[in-house]
């Protein structure tokens, strides 16, 4: 493991560069066009072009059985910051929309063994789809999504993929933290035991993200997780030795979660997360 990461070190540098050259550069060499769903030396194991919102396949609320994250409320008595609510999810000339808004929803939460939380007052409503076991997951593959964020500041729009059998592992194929800046992406994975398990992230230079479509994709095998961003390879991570579960795909439109709340107060209400499909392939 280590040796491969110290491989890795100056062939990620060089990546990084190479991107933001072409990206400020040469940026007709990015193309975000739809992708043909043949791949060479892959079979295509999921399609969703989003010409409706397939109940059978997605779920719109998260793995861990709540439309929130008690996080909050269990470790600082304080509300959640965003409600994952179905009537945030749509479908509009087959792209599928995951909205976010400042509409507040008042919860109570009882825990698993029953205690009683209390009331709480939620902020924000945001959509969030995923599939799960019994709808699809895959160990190893290509994993693409052609998607574009909200133009408001203040979001966290994230395609990555996540196991129900154990957390970690986790790959975030993109997270954009749009408070940042339109023009960055940035791709972490998480793995080992939890809390304080580890994680290593990069960001990396893109076009601007809310004013057109734009494909990213993830490369995962026994070895190496390699990110893709509008057909160019951006980043590549050894894969950790207990990456052995099925992953299920995420997708969701965020608030970003900082504890001043200055990138929350400058979001703009509603906003949209655009997707025009996710696919999956599987290695021959």
Same mark, same amino acid.
């Given at each position: 493991?280590?040796?491969?990461?110290?491989?890795?070190?100056?062939?990620?540098?060089?990546?990084?560069?190479? !991107?933001?050259?072409?990206?400020?550069?040469?940026?007709?060499?990015?193309?975000?066009k739809i992708t043909s769903d043949s791949k060479n030396?892959?079979?295509?194991?999921?399609?969703?072009?989003?010409?409706?919102?397939?109940?059978?396949?997605?779920?719109?609320?998260?793995?861990?059985?709540?439309?929130?994250?008690?996080?909050?409320?269990?470790?600082?008595?304080? =509300?959640?910051?965003?409600?994952?609510?179905?009537?945030?999810?749509?479908?509009?000339?087959?792209?599928?929309?995951?909205?976010?808004?400042?509409?507040?929803?008042?919860?109570?939460?009882?825990?698993?063994?029953?205690?009683?939380?209390?009331?709480?007052?939620?902020?924000?409503?945001?959509?969030?789809?995923?599939?799960?076991?019994?709808?699809?997951?895959?160990?190893?593959?290509?994993?693409?999504?052609?998607?574009?964020?909200?133009?408001?500041?203040?979001?966290?729009?994230?395609?990555?993929? =996540?196991?129900?059998?154990?957390?970690?592992?986790? !790959?975030?194929?993109?997270?954009?933290?749009?408070?940042?800046?339109?023009?960055?992406?940035?791709?972490?994975?998480?793995?080992?035991?939890?809390?304080?398990h580890p994680m290593t992230g990069f960001g990396h230079?893109?076009?601007?993200?809310?004013?057109?479509?734009?494909?990213?994709?993830?490369?995962?095998?026994?070895?190496?997780?390699?990110?893709?961003?509008?057909?160019?390879?951006?980043?590549?991570?050894?894969?950790?030795?207990?990456?052995?579960?099925?992953?299920?795909?995420?997708?969701?439109? =965020?608030?970003?979660?900082?504890?001043?709340?200055?990138?929350?107060?400058?979001?703009?209400?509603?906003?949209?997360?655009?997707?025009?499909?996710?696919?999956?392939?599987?290695?021959?």
């Amino acid at each position: 493991m280590k040796w491969r990461i110290t491989k890795l070190i100056p062939l990620n540098l060089f990546l990084k560069i190479r !991107i933001w050259f072409i990206c400020k550069l040469l940026p007709k060499l990015l193309n975000n066009k739809i992708t043909s769903d043949s791949k060479n030396g892959y079979e295509l194991s999921f399609k969703d072009d989003f010409d409706s919102f397939n109940k059978s396949i997605w779920q719109n609320y998260p793995y861990f059985g709540y439309r929130f994250h008690p996080g909050n409320i269990v470790d600082k008595g304080i =509300a959640p910051f965003q409600f994952h609510d179905p009537s945030c999810i749509s479908v509009e000339n087959s792209i599928l929309r995951l909205e976010c808004n400042d509409t507040p929803t008042i919860i109570k939460y009882v825990d698993y063994d029953g205690k009683d939380y209390g009331f709480y007052k939620i902020p924000y409503q945001v959509g969030w789809i995923q599939t799960m076991p019994n709808t699809f997951q895959q160990k190893y593959g290509y994993f693409e999504i052609r998607s574009k964020s909200p133009y408001s500041d203040g979001t966290w729009p994230a395609f990555w993929l =996540a196991s129900t059998e154990s957390w970690p592992p986790e !790959i975030d194929i993109f997270e954009i933290y749009t408070s940042d800046g339109q023009t960055r992406s940035t791709s972490t994975i998480h793995w080992g035991k939890d809390p304080g398990h580890p994680m290593t992230g990069f960001g990396h230079t893109t076009l601007p993200l809310h004013l057109d479509f734009s494909v990213f994709g993830c490369d995962w095998n026994e070895k190496t997780i390699k990110i893709y961003y509008n057909g160019w390879l951006v980043r590549v991570f050894p894969t950790p030795s207990d990456f052995k579960y099925e992953m299920n795909i995420i997708i969701n439109n =965020a608030v970003q979660t900082d504890e001043s709340g200055l990138n929350r107060d400058r979001i703009t209400s509603p906003n949209y997360f655009d997707v025009d499909y996710v696919k999956v392939w599987k290695k021959l």
